[in-house]
């Protein structure tokens, strides 16, 4: 989630991310193996996903010069650079709101009626709480409760259409 990247990392990626005219819509440092991840997601101000390959390009060699000039990361690392998606990250408030009628798979911090894992239709997104519809029922779930959210892409016959078969 946005709000759970280190802030010494957003206050180095995010100007870059957005002097290159887009939005940073996370990062996360994944440790463990060797070497580790930097994996940064960043979107268009409208926030279509349609970021092309060279505008990711362009945000990983600045940010890359960038990180080690800093030696933010004090361990290899991988940097990876890429847009949203098909099944779009939910990290924001306003991406919350904007993925309202979609269908969205949410993961909480705590349990909630005894699960963690919810897959529904966005309803709403108001006063900071999701609304989904889950199985016919509406739950309500706090935005500081969300650990991992994304859209869930429905494909349609359009999808395919002009494809090699």
Request: glycine letters at 8%; hydrophobic letters at 40%; proline letters at 5%.
């Amino acid at each position: 989630m946005y709000r759970d990247i280190p802030e010494e990392l957003r206050a180095l990626i995010e100007p870059i991310v957005d002097q290159a005219g887009f939005e940073l819509v996370d990062a996360q440092l994944a440790r463990g193996g060797k070497p580790w991840a930097l994996k940064v997601t960043i979107d268009t101000p409208a926030g279509d996903g349609r970021v092309p390959v060279d505008g990711c390009a362009a945000v990983s060699r600045e940010l890359g010069s960038q990180l080690d000039v800093a030696d933010t990361i004090k361990v290899a690392y991988r940097l990876e650079v890429s847009s949203p998606g098909l099944n779009r990250p939910l990290t924001r408030e306003k991406d919350f709101a904007s993925a309202c009628g979609s269908e969205v798979q949410i993961e909480t911090r705590q349990p909630i009626s005894g699960r963690r894992r919810f897959r529904g239709v966005l309803v709403r997104f108001e006063d900071n709480v999701a609304a989904i519809e889950v199985d016919g029922n509406e739950v309500e779930i706090s935005f500081a409760e969300v650990s991992k959210a994304k859209t869930v892409y429905q494909f349609s016959r359009t999808d395919f259409v002009g494809q090699a078969g």
